[in-house]
């Protein structure tokens, strides 16, 4: 029933009613209805959503790996790098469950394409890469790097 993967279990499969102690699980594809799960290490590497229904969890670790931390990454890197606001209504999206929706079709008028996203629970630009020019005397190495920025000022707070 249940196939090892890199020292995690891949429980594979719908399950309802099992309990699960002490294992290590990737979460990936699998469906868990009414399981409970004590001291486990619950691993989610971005594949397909694990379903968790009526679940139960004493004091259990989850980890991301993979698709899923660099996703992690990425958010922590853009509230790192002036985006907070940004990376605050996303997860407001999370919170309110508004990013399980589908995003609707896109209405946006052509004449500014590509300006921004819209990701189900509001709009986000799409930050520009600009190349400032290299202050005299600068050496390639000391050359200056690109940044990151944005039209919305809320995006920079």
């Known amino acids: 029933m249940a196939k090892a993967v890199s020292g995690t279990q891949r429980v594979a499969g719908a399950h309802a009613g099992i309990s699960f102690a002490g294992e290590e699980i990737l979460l990936d594809g699998g ?76 209405t946006r008028p052509t004449g500014r394409r590509g300006r921004s996203i819209d990701l189900g629970f509001g709009q986000f630009p799409v930050p520009r890469v600009l190349h400032r020019p290299a202050a005299a005397g600068a050496t390639r190495a000391g050359a200056s790097p690109a940044t990151v920025t944005t039209d919305r000022k809320e995006d920079r707070e």
């Open 31 to 106: 469906a868990f209805r009414d399981c409970s799960f004590e001291r486990c290490h619950l691993h989610y590497d971005g594949g397909t959503l694990p379903v968790l229904t009526g679940c139960r969890f004493s004091d259990c670790a989850w980890f991301f790996g993979e698709a899923a931390a660099d996703t992690l990454a990425m958010l922590a890197a853009l509230h790192q790098g002036g985006f907070s606001a940004m990376v605050e209504r996303t997860l407001e999206g999370v919170r309110s469950g508004a990013v399980l929706e589908p995003a609707p079709a896109d």
